[in-house]
């Protein structure tokens, strides 16, 4: 049991194992998943770096370190909290203006997502504190993405926020009080392994070689030659907000469909106007955390497809969406070997052209803290996408008062005008009800 006192070897969780899947034999996770935060006011960078302590202790996804048992598989090892090696750096940057200063941490994260990451040996977390001024700074929050998922970053910044308001108002150094009980990783991988392995090998395998076999070769993007190196996406963004985000509201409301739901409508009915395929393939990602385990740090996501059914009526695309989803929810618990044998791999399913990821952040990307501390999240990503895309991928942060899109286009398929009148396209779909 990860106790925090010695080292521990647990499996890898399905996620991971179709992360090490999809990019092929002898090749490992690298692209890390990145946070950002504006602080503005005094930060007490003591309680701060107190606070990352606490995170180290608390969650032991920020020690984890992979490597390769003697059967060839991959284990993951977590390490006690006094050989994580996790570290605060601080810089103070001087800029002419607070644009200057965007623009070098926007250039800073873009260079450390590119970094090589060595898996066996660095911890799975990096942190950097740039400082403009003692009221302005900035956290790079920096994630391996073979250790932590999407939730889990949500789940590390609500901690240690709420870890760094005790530490400054002088709470005991043991760590914060007050704070929902940290689940425990090995638990919660064992249990995956324990409770649905047959499922994976026989239910669940059955149900995804069915969905994959459904799935047409015409979807598939154009064949790649191994060693080249894609170039960096065609990248669109645009925010929904005020009588916008109501509109789409509304629109959700009145076909009793989720955010997520509506949105995965959306984009199926934009791709069809794009292919000639009967059917298309929307790869989203799976959570296969149990309930008991929504605040255990880790990589428990896995990208599966929704196999959407052509038709112009959006409320016929919006049913096959919804029943997609729900059972592509009680199949996701799938390991890579089973996924491998239903067909992953051999179809435009297993290519994962196109991508839809929907964050939703339970709060304001704009907090203020007891003391008037402000904290803006998602504050400077980097200003040139460092990532590639074979087809496109379709970004959604749900934010209480905004609804954020972002869309990147392999540019061997899109130009900037082409993917451009796609993006308003997709933007005024989403407006747009189905029942007036």
């Known amino acids: 049991m990860d106790d925090g006192t010695t080292a521990e070897t647990y499996p890898l969780s399905f996620g991971q194992e179709k992360r090490v899947l999809s990019l092929g034999p002898g090749r490992l996770p690298n692209a890390p998943l990145q946070a950002w935060v504006r602080i503005s006011g005094p930060l007490d960078t003591g309680a701060l770096s107190r606070s990352l302590r606490d995170m180290t202790e608390r969650h032991a996804a920020l020690r984890v370190r992979l490597v390769q048992a003697p059967d060839a598989t991959m284990r993951q ?25 965007g623009n070098y941490a926007g ?5 450390l997502s590119g970094r090589p990451w060595d898996w066996s040996a660095e911890p799975p977390a990096q942190f950097h504190l740039l400082r403009y001024s ?10 391996a993405s073979f250790a932590v998922d999407g939730l889990s970053r949500g789940v590390f910044m609500r901690d240690l926020w709420a870890s760094y308001e005790k530490h400054r108002d002088g709470a005991a150094a043991g760590g914060p009080r007050g704070l929902p009980g940290a689940g425990r990783l090995g638990e919660a991988l064992n249990r995956e392994q324990t409770r649905f392995s047959q499922r994976s090998a026989t239910v669940n395998r059955r149900y995804w070689t069915n969905r994959f076999s459904a799935i047409s070769a015409s979807t598939a993007p154009p064949a790649r030659a191994d060693g080249v190196t894609l170039r960096p996406a065609v990248t669109h963004e645009a925010r929904l907000a005020g009588a916008e985000l109501e ?24 791709l069809f106007q794009e292919t000639a395929a009967d059917r298309v393939a929307i790869t989203i990602p799976m959570d296969t955390r149990e309930s008991q385990d929504q605040d255990v740090m880790g990589m428990f996501s896995l990208a599966l497809p929704l196999v959407v059914t052509r038709s112009h009526d959006p409320s016929t695309v919006l049913r096959s969406v919804k029943n997609e989803m729900m059972q592509a929810l009680l199949h996701r618990h799938i390991r890579a070997r089973d996924l ?10 297993g290519s994962e052209r196109f991508k839809l990821r929907y964050l939703e952040y339970l709060d ?31 970004i959604i942060g749900a934010f209480p008062d905004s609804l954020d899109l972002s869309l990147g286009f392999a540019p061997e398929q899109w130009d900037r005008t082409r993917s451009a009148a796609f993006s308003a396209a997709l933007r005024a779909r989403l407006l747009t009800a189905i029942t007036p």
């Open 247 to 270: 509109q789409v509201r509304r629109n959700c409301d009145r076909e009793s469909a989720t955010l997520c739901q509506w949105s995965v409508m959306c984009f199926a009915l934009m």
């Open 107 to 111: 250039r800073l994260g873009q260079a």
């Open 134 to 143: 003692p009221d302005f700074h900035v956290l790079l929050a920096q994630f």
């Open 364 to 394: 304001a990307p704009v907090v203020t803290l007891a003391d008037g501390l402000r904290l803006a999240q998602e504050a400077y990503p980097p200003p040139v996408p460092s990532y590639a895309s074979e087809g496109i991928d379709f």
């Open 77 to 101: 090892v977590v390490l006690p909290p006094d050989q994580a090696g996790i570290t605060l750096s601080k810089k103070l940057v001087q800029c002419d203006s607070e644009d200057q200063f």
């Open 340 to 349: 491998v044998d239903s067909g992953y791999g051999s179809t435009s399913a």
